[in-house]
């Protein structure tokens, strides 16, 4: 037992699980446990039974927030050593960089000033590179490594303020910081999958070339604000192939990227381009490389519409049948600490409520509608409050309507907005 961020937290074996415990995380890769979230009041028998049959090592309880297992039997001394749990500052598998070497976690506010100057290193560098392949050079991936490691940092020290810098780009300037936007999101998206160190980096480099292939489509058919002609959306749709040539066997660039640059147009359903792919067709990386670049896209200022807030932008794309993967779009929203408008969080002073929408005033804002107490288990009369990172009330995460039994979730959404102000964001 030890004690981490003013919790008391225990270490247990996925097989001693047991319904009223409060699972505050687990050991192991995203990949080995069945849930969205990390930190929640295990009720369900089917939840016991999906954590003793995955893969974690082990699960971490909060004991003073939920059940404590019973104190096991003495070890016998003839029982071998890998009986005998991991110690707890045993790091989990896969993970990026150990603790101690992790960047220390700064305020929004704080990192928001070191993102700026990356931002603007960013224009500069990406800005020549860019330009460069334009004129069939060769792309330069030494020069701009750096940077990359630069935004990994930014990311880890605290991944919304650079991810909010990033979407505020100029017309002039929006294809290659798009790629910087995309290159922060797929290193972000990456860290969340606890993935290593190289492919982390790897998943960068993917973001920042995915693009490449529209410095050899014309300038007038990327800004240009009307519908495009038959013949243009044929020019257009050929950047992937234009790029992956562009890149051609550069052995400084990872192959992740010449994935990327191909295939993040491709759809789970077959219907994306150049090729059709669908399902399991599609590489990891190229899904993510899918969310990303349309998320920036959509939530960019553009020439021929104006933009989405996050939470509006996340609950759309989420309800995109067969565009996207729908697993690694719900770790995709996860990883952003952002809500899609009309979901349920949770928040820190026990309290549900309905995502309205990103606050106009201060972007990196969220406004909710808190309705239901968790510790009293009653609604609430619903009144509007704004969310803003590093001051007040926090969202703890997205909540499942079914795990609090909320069986007509549209319903009651509905009436949740019906009993407050008309929100169309969340309707």
Known sequence: MWTGSGLLL??????????????QGFVGSWFDHPFWRKKFLLIEDADVLKIRESKVSAVIIDVER?????????????????????????????????????????SFRQESKRAAKIVEKSRKKVG????????????????????IDEIRDSVERNNKALTSLVRLKNKDEYTYMHSVAVCTLMINF????????????SMGVAGLLHDLGKMAVPQ?????????????????????????ALIGENPDIPDIARDVCLHHHEKIDGSGYPFGLQGNEISLAARMGAICDVYDAVTSN???????????????????????DERLMQVFINSMGLYPAGGLVRLNDHRLALVVDNC??????????????????QELAPAEITITPDRGVQILGTERPEFWHFEDWAAMRQGVLAKAAPYSAAA
Do not use: N
Not at 66 to 71: H, K
Not at 311 to 321: K, T
């Open 190 to 201: 990456a860290c969340k999958l606890d993935l290593d160190d190289d492919t982390i980096r």
């Open 220 to 244: 007038m058919i990327l800004d240009k604000v009307d519908r495009l002609t038959d013949e243009e959306m044929v020019t257009i749709r050929s950047h992937p192939v234009r790029g992956h």
């Open 66 to 106: 939920g059940a404590v297992p019973a104190e096991p039997a003495p070890v016998m001394p003839q029982l071998p050593p890998a009986a005998v749990l991991p110690p707890r500052h045993a790091p989990a598998t896969g993970r990026y960089t150990p603790p101690s070497l992790a960047p220390r976690k700064t």
């Open 128 to 147: 020549a590179m860019f330009e460069s392949a334009r004129l069939g050079q060769a792309v330069k991936l030494p020069e701009v490594l750096p940077l």
């Open 302 to 324: 553009r020439p021929y519409k104006d933009p989405w807030t996050p939470c509006v932008a996340l609950g759309r794309m989420s309800q995109w049948q067969g565009h996207f």
């Open 10 to 23: 225990k270490h247990i074996k996925p097989a001693e699980v047991e319904t009223g415990m409060f699972i």
């Open 360 to 377: 106009r005033e201060d972007p990196s804002g969220v406004r909710v509608l808190p309705f239901y107490c968790t510790s009293r288990l």
